[in-house]
């Protein structure tokens, strides 16, 4: 409507003396008009074509079973055996759950819960990329296609950091101090019943290391809340699938029901 406005305006202004002359105005805005349809069509064609790029790196698989409550592998093949930890504990607890696998790897290192990526950096040195702007927003999409607004978000991610190798951390996104003392207490406690070895380590209560500060500022921890994003060390996960997946069966259903109910 304005370029229109634009061009009207301009053939006001240039009163042409002579038919000749006004067809000439008219032919250069029909072109140009032609031309400017064109370019967006193009632009869109090749947004359509980054997109489909884009989310043809991974894929993702989710799981309805009618629950208030979400489990999430976002790193799926790059986390080792988060993607089968979840979907095993997802098959025990029937919560709703979403697997993104091989979207991040070291040749495409997609963050999926953030419109970033990058790979062995510090948050702040993540690269905002259309193509994880796309795989963000279907990770999103999925997560509300099957829970809009879940009673609790739980993120299983892995890490290979040898300092963080003797515990679990978790850090929290909307849970208060005493609300992570009784979730620590819960979950030590479902700990104690596996083989585990690793000890909890909760954000606001003990020291943890990963913070999930990126995706708190500007991923999936600063839309969906109450949520609380797990680390487990590498060994845990390649070792011990089988007791992480009993520790979580374990432990997610009570804190569901003592302090999400």
Not at 32 to 42: D, K, N, P, R, Y
Not at 101 to 130: A, C, I, M
Not at 213 to 221: A, D, N, R, V, W
Not at 223 to 232: C, D, R, S, T, Y
Request: with cysteine; proline share 3%.
């Amino acid at each position: 409507r304005y370029l229109s406005y634009y061009w009207k305006k301009m053939l006001i202004v240039a009163q042409p003396r002579s038919r000749l002359s006004r067809f000439i105005v008219l032919l250069i805005v029909t072109l140009w008009s032609l031309f400017f349809i064109v370019e967006v069509g193009a632009d869109s064609n090749n947004l359509v074509a980054v997109r489909e790029e884009a989310l043809s790196l991974g894929q993702f698989s989710s799981q309805d079973n009618n629950s208030h409550y979400i489990i999430t592998a976002p790193h799926g093949g790059f986390d080792l055996m988060t993607e089968v930890i979840v979907r095993e504990v997802c098959d025990i607890i029937l919560w709703n759950c979403l697997i993104a696998q091989d979207f991040r790897s070291k040749s495409h290192p997609l963050n999926v819960t953030r419109p970033t990526e990058k790979y062995g950096v510090s948050s702040n040195n993540e690269v905002w990329t259309e193509r994880a702007l796309y795989v963000y927003d279907e990770y999103l999409s999925q997560i509300y296609l099957i829970n809009k607004a879940p009673k609790l978000y739980i993120e299983i991610h892995g890490n290979s950091r040898n300092k963080s190798k003797n515990r679990i951390e978790i850090a929290t996104v909307g849970i208060n101090n005493d609300q992570a003392r009784r979730i620590k207490l819960i979950l030590q406690n479902a700990l104690s019943s596996t083989k585990l070895t690793q000890s909890i380590a909760i954000e606001n209560i003990d020291y943890i290391y990963y913070h999930a500060t990126s995706s708190k500022e500007q991923g999936s921890l600063s839309k969906i809340k109450p949520a609380l994003h797990f680390e487990f060390p590498k060994s845990s996960r390649t070792i011990s699938k089988d007791e992480v997946v009993a520790f979580l069966s374990l432990a997610l259903p009570k804190l569901a029901l003592e302090l999400f109910p």
